[in-house]
């Protein structure tokens, strides 16, 4: 058609093809997140014509710390209980003499404190992270020397140096001490005399009674505040750190703040279920310490573990997400009773709600598909 013959009014070519990118956009039907605009060219740098009507329901570019978080059950308790034993003659086997006392389930024992008594011998608490691993006497040398006169200095013997010699005045406190322990004075300590604990215990179990045979394992102990454990997932290790802070929702609903205390080495747990295709798992033992004062039962609880953090971002629903024909994600920017479709980069997902970077900013008005 050329300029003379044209109809008075009808729209030149120009016109008509902005009309049919007009209605593209009106026609383009917003079902929920994750719909295909079909248009191409409408994505990442496309700069359309404004619909003419906006969606039914909007919501607003926000700016917040986004937080993922892994919510795992627990067991509110005492900790870990750890097995102890008698280290001398006979092991696990016997012979290595008779139970002759035990404490009570739930007692504390402290440093210098009875845990056990074999042929009426008691076998001693002290602090420390080294286990007495050789008799100790004149002339030994190391670590284990230091740990033991530290706690000598620490129960109120002295005149020794507290080093890593065990020298003659060492002898005299030892003596000294197992006089007024009511054993026999020999200024040695061997590992059936002392079991070491990083600080004071609790009862937990008997694993014997008075009278049976001395064993690798009499009674079992844990730490004396209450903690919970946790066995998480060993690919969820790097979400437990010592001294990190977690969020436990005790039995009852009430909610506190807590600390990873301790995180354990990869265990293999059996499967018990007896379903078909379960199999073990390998978790990570995780202690977790409320804080002082702390008013629950003893009972299941939940702790959540912060997984990663993004501050200071801007987030839209998850729903108000748009997937673009070219591929990507796209949002219904609402302006002046009209809209447009941004491209936009999405980063973390969490709480229902997603963090974007493009052409938007803080407080826009986005649609959200229905």
Do not use: C
């Not at 902005?18 to 719909?35: E, F, M, Q, S």
């Not at 420390?128 to 050789?134: A, W």
């Not at 009209?338 to 649609?367: H, K």
């Amino acid at each position: 058609m050329n300029r003379r013959n044209a109809v008075p009014g009808a729209p030149g070519p120009r016109r008509r093809r902005r009309g049919l990118v007009i209605g593209g956009v009106v026609g383009a039907a917003v079902v929920g997140a994750g719909v295909v605009l079909a248009l191409t060219g409408f994505g990442r740098g496309a700069d359309p014509a404004p619909a003419a009507t906006g969606p039914d329901e909007t919501a607003t570019v926000t700016r917040q710390t986004l937080v993922q978080r892994t919510t795992v059950k627990g067991t509110l308790g005492y900790g870990e209980a750890v097995a102890r034993g008698h280290q001398g003659a006979g092991g696990a086997e016997g012979g290595g003499g008779t139970v002759t006392w035990l404490p009570g389930v739930g007692d504390v024992v402290d440093r210098g404190g009875v845990l056990f008594k074999v042929d009426e011998r008691p076998t001693v608490l002290l602090l420390g992270t080294l286990p007495v691993y050789r008799e100790l006497g004149s002339g030994a040398e190391g670590e284990d020397v230091r740990q033991l006169e530290e706690n000598l200095k620490a129960l109120g013997y002295t005149g020794f140096t507290v080093d890593t010699k065990f020298t003659e005045s060492t002898v005299q406190a030892v003596k000294k001490w197992q006089k007024d322990r009511g054993v026999e004075k020999t200024g040695t300590v061997g590992p059936s005399d002392v079991l070491v604990a990083e600080g004071p215990v609790r009862v937990d179990a008997l694993k014997v009674r008075v009278g049976d045979p001395a064993a690798a394992e009499i009674l079992t102990t844990t730490g004396v505040d209450r903690a919970i454990s946790v066995d998480l997932d060993l690919a969820d290790r790097d979400r437990a750190v010592e001294g990190g802070a977690v969020t436990v929702e005790l039995p009852g609903g009430a909610t506190t703040e807590a600390v990873v205390s301790a995180v354990g080495s990869p265990e293999v747990v059996e499967d018990e279920s007896g379903m078909p295709g379960s199999s073990d798992k390998t978790v990570i033992p995780v202690t977790v310490t409320l804080p002082d004062g702390t008013d629950a039962d003893a009972g299941s609880v939940k702790v959540t573990f912060v997984a990663a953090e993004r501050p200071d971002v801007l987030t839209v629903p998850v729903a108000a997400l748009l997937a673009l024909a070219e591929g990507g994600y796209g949002v219904e920017v609402v302006e002046d009773g009209t809209s447009r479709i941004v491209a936009v980069e999405t980063g973390m997902f969490a709480d229902g709600s997603v963090e974007i970077t493009g052409d938007v900013a803080e407080g826009d008005v986005v649609g959200m598909p229905s």
